[in-house]
C-alpha cells in the first residue's frame, strides 16, 4: 500500500495551495527540495493582483481567486491578504490606441477601468513626466498581495490537516510499480505514493523526465526587479502600480521604497536565477525618461522564472499517458494571483471531480488545462 495518495513535488505557491486544498480529504505529503519554502519564484514575485493581467484562463483563475483572498478560511491569516492598490497603464501619444485595446478587454470581462488624461495620471503618480504622459487607463480594484501570509497560510492548512512537509526533500527518482510511484529522495529513502503531482516550478519538465514522462516543452523566463529609495520629500506609498501601456517597464510602491522591473523575459535553463547589470541600467534609463525618480543606488535587485507553455495557460491535471502523473505546472507571472483557484482547480480534478462550478462559470474547461492539448508536447 502506498504510504501517500498524492506526493507533491515542490512547495512554492502553486503546490503549498494544492497541498492546503487536498488535506483532510487525502494522505497527502508535500516535499520541497530547499531548506526553505518559497526559495525560487513564490519568493520573487512583485505581488499584484490583476484582473486584467494575462490571457482568458489565467484572467479566469484570477477571478476565480478572489473570494478566497477576501474571505479566506477562519485562522489562515490574522490579517488581510489583498491591500488595495490599483494599476494605471500610460501611454505616450504614439500608444494611445494600446489604452483602447486593454480598456475593451477589461470592458468584455466586466472589469472596472477608467480612462484618464495626462493631469489625471499625474495627480495619482506626480513623478510622471509631463511629455511622455498622453493619457492613461486605471483598473481601480488591482491589489497588492502579501503573499508570504497567502503562502505560510496554505502552509499551516495543509500541516493542520495531517499533510506531511518536508524540505531538502529532493525529488531524485520517480518509477511506476503496478499502482504507485516509488520516489527516492536524498538518504537512499524510498516512498510510495499512488500519485505525484508536479508543481517543481521552472524545473517540472526535469521531474517529467526523471518520471520518464513527455515533457511539455516548458520555457522558463527569467524577470528582474530592484528596489529604489522613494524620492526625497515624496511620499509614494499611495502611488497605484504604474505600467507603460507597451509593457516596457512597470513600478509601484513596495514596503516604503519602489519596486521596479524591465519585465524581462530571458530564456533560462531551470536554476537560481540571478539579475544581470545591463538589464537593471536599461531600465533604470527607461524608468527616468517616464519619470523622475532620482536612481542614487539600488537597494537591491534580484531575478525570478516565470515557466510558460507554448499557449501560456497553465497545465493543470493528469497526464493522458502517464498514469498517477498529474501536472501543476506553467503558471507564468500569475502565479501567485492565481494560486487559490489553481489550488481547488488542482484538488477536483486530482480527485477525479469535475472543474468547481464557479471556475466553470467563468468559461474555463479542463481540456484548456489538460496536457493533452499540447498534443506533441514541447
Ligand atoms: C519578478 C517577478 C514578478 C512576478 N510578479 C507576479 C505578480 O505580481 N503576481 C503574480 O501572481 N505572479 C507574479 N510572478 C509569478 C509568480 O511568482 C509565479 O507564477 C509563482 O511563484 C510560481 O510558483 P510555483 O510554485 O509554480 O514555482 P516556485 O515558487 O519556483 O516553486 C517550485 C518549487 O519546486 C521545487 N522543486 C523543483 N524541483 C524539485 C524536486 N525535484 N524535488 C523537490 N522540489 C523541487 C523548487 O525548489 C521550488 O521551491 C512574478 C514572478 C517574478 C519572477
Request: hydrophobic letters at 45%; charged letters at 20%; glycine letters at 10%.
Given at each position: 500500500?502506498?504510504?501517500?495518495?498524492?506526493?507533491?513535488?515542490?512547495?512554492?505557491?502553486?503546490?503549498?495551495?494544492?497541498?492546503?486544498?487536498l488535506?483532510?480529504?487525502?494522505?497527502?505529503?508535500?516535499?520541497?527540495?530547499?531548506?526553505?519554502?518559497?526559495?525560487h519564484?513564490?519568493?520573487?514575485?512583485?505581488?499584484?493582483?490583476?484582473?486584467?493581467?494575462?490571457?482568458?484562463?489565467?484572467?479566469?483563475?484570477?477571478?476565480?481567486?478572489?473570494?478566497f483572498?477576501?474571505q479566506?478560511?477562519?485562522?489562515?491569516?490574522?490579517?488581510?491578504?489583498?491591500?488595495?492598490?490599483?494599476?494605471?497603464?500610460?501611454?505616450?501619444?504614439?500608444?494611445?490606441?494600446?489604452?483602447?485595446?486593454?480598456a475593451?478587454?477589461?470592458?468584455?470581462?466586466?472589469?472596472?477601468?477608467?480612462?484618464?488624461?495626462?493631469?489625471?495620471?499625474?495627480?495619482?503618480?506626480?513623478?510622471?513626466?509631463?511629455?511622455?504622459?498622453?493619457?492613461?487607463?486605471?483598473?481601480?480594484?488591482?491589489?497588492?498581495?502579501?503573499?508570504?501570509a497567502?503562502?505560510?497560510?496554505?502552509?499551516?492548512?495543509?500541516?493542520s490537516?495531517?499533510?506531511?512537509?518536508?524540505?531538502?526533500?529532493?525529488?531524485?527518482?520517480?518509477?511506476?510499480?503496478?499502482?504507485?510511484?516509488?520516489?527516492?529522495?536524498?538518504g537512499?529513502?524510498?516512498?510510495?505514493a499512488?500519485?505525484?503531482?508536479?508543481?517543481?516550478?521552472?524545473?517540472?519538465?526535469?521531474v517529467?523526465e526523471?518520471?520518464?514522462?513527455?515533457?511539455?516543452?516548458?520555457?522558463?523566463?527569467?524577470?528582474?526587479?530592484?528596489l529604489?529609495?522613494?524620492?526625497?520629500?515624496?511620499?509614494?506609498?499611495?502611488?497605484?502600480?504604474?505600467?507603460?501601456a507597451?509593457?516596457?517597464?512597470?513600478?509601484?510602491?513596495?514596503?516604503?521604497?519602489?519596486?521596479?522591473?524591465?519585465?524581462?523575459?530571458?530564456?533560462?535553463?531551470?536554476?537560481?536565477?540571478?539579475?544581470?547589470?545591463?538589464?537593471?541600467?536599461?531600465?533604470?534609463?527607461?524608468?527616468?525618461?517616464?519619470?523622475?525618480?532620482?536612481?542614487?543606488r539600488?537597494?537591491?535587485?534580484?531575478?525570478?522564472?516565470?515557466?510558460?507553455?507554448?499557449?501560456?495557460?497553465?497545465v493543470?491535471?493528469?497526464?493522458?499517458?502517464?498514469?498517477?502523473?498529474?501536472?501543476?505546472?506553467?503558471?507564468?507571472?500569475?502565479?501567485?494571483?492565481?494560486?487559490?483557484a489553481?489550488?481547488?482547480v488542482?484538488?477536483?480534478?486530482?480527485?477525479?471531480?469535475?472543474l468547481?462550478?464557479?471556475?466553470r462559470?467563468?468559461?474555463?474547461?479542463?481540456?484548456?488545462?489538460?496536457?493533452?492539448?499540447?498534443?506533441?508536447?514541447?
Amino acid at each position: 500500500m502506498a504510504d501517500f495518495d498524492f506526493l507533491i513535488i515542490g512547495s512554492g505557491i502553486a503546490g503549498a495551495s494544492a497541498a492546503a486544498m487536498l488535506a483532510g480529504r487525502a494522505k497527502v505529503a508535500l516535499f520541497e527540495r530547499e531548506s526553505a519554502h518559497g526559495y525560487h519564484t513564490t519568493g520573487r514575485s512583485a505581488a499584484l493582483w490583476s484582473a486584467l493581467y494575462g490571457n482568458d484562463p489565467i484572467r479566469a483563475l484570477t477571478v476565480a481567486s478572489r473570494a478566497f483572498y477576501d474571505q479566506p478560511p477562519q485562522g489562515f491569516a490574522d490579517h488581510p491578504l489583498l491591500m488595495p492598490r490599483g494599476c494605471l497603464y500610460f501611454a505616450r501619444a504614439d500608444q494611445l490606441g494600446r489604452l483602447d485595446e486593454i480598456a475593451a478587454g477589461a470592458s468584455a470581462l466586466g472589469i472596472a477601468t477608467r480612462r484618464l488624461t495626462s493631469d489625471e495620471c499625474i495627480a495619482l503618480c506626480p513623478v510622471l513626466n509631463r511629455d511622455r504622459v498622453a493619457g492613461g487607463l486605471h483598473e481601480l480594484d488591482a491589489m497588492d498581495i502579501d503573499v508570504n501570509a497567502l503562502h505560510q497560510g496554505f502552509l499551516r492548512q495543509c500541516r493542520s490537516l495531517g499533510g506531511d512537509i518536508r524540505n531538502d526533500a529532493e525529488i531524485l527518482t520517480l518509477e511506476r510499480d503496478g499502482d504507485h510511484w516509488r520516489v527516492g529522495i536524498p538518504g537512499g529513502e524510498v516512498v510510495l505514493a499512488a500519485v505525484v503531482i508536479n508543481a517543481a516550478g521552472a524545473w517540472a519538465d526535469v521531474v517529467a523526465e526523471r518520471a520518464g514522462v513527455t515533457p511539455i516543452g516548458l520555457m522558463p523566463l527569467k524577470r528582474t526587479a530592484f528596489l529604489l529609495d522613494q524620492p526625497d520629500g515624496v511620499d509614494a506609498r499611495d502611488w497605484p502600480a504604474v505600467i507603460e501601456a507597451d509593457e516596457a517597464f512597470y513600478f509601484k510602491p513596495e514596503s516604503g521604497r519602489i519596486l521596479v522591473s524591465p519585465c524581462d523575459e530571458t530564456p533560462s535553463p531551470p536554476c537560481d536565477a540571478w539579475p544581470e547589470d545591463l538589464d537593471v541600467a536599461e531600465c533604470v534609463e527607461r524608468l527616468q525618461q517616464a519619470a523622475d525618480i532620482p536612481v542614487r543606488r539600488i537597494l537591491r535587485a534580484w531575478a525570478g522564472l516565470r515557466s510558460f507553455v507554448a499557449d501560456r495557460t497553465p497545465v493543470i491535471g493528469f497526464d493522458p499517458a502517464s498514469s498517477g502523473f498529474f501536472w501543476l505546472a506553467g503558471q507564468g507571472g500569475y502565479g501567485v494571483q492565481t494560486a487559490p483557484a489553481a489550488g481547488r482547480v488542482a484538488a477536483a480534478l486530482a480527485l477525479g471531480e469535475d472543474l468547481p462550478a464557479d471556475v466553470r462559470a467563468l468559461g474555463l474547461t479542463a481540456e484548456q488545462l489538460s496536457a493533452a492539448r499540447l498534443g506533441g508536447r514541447g
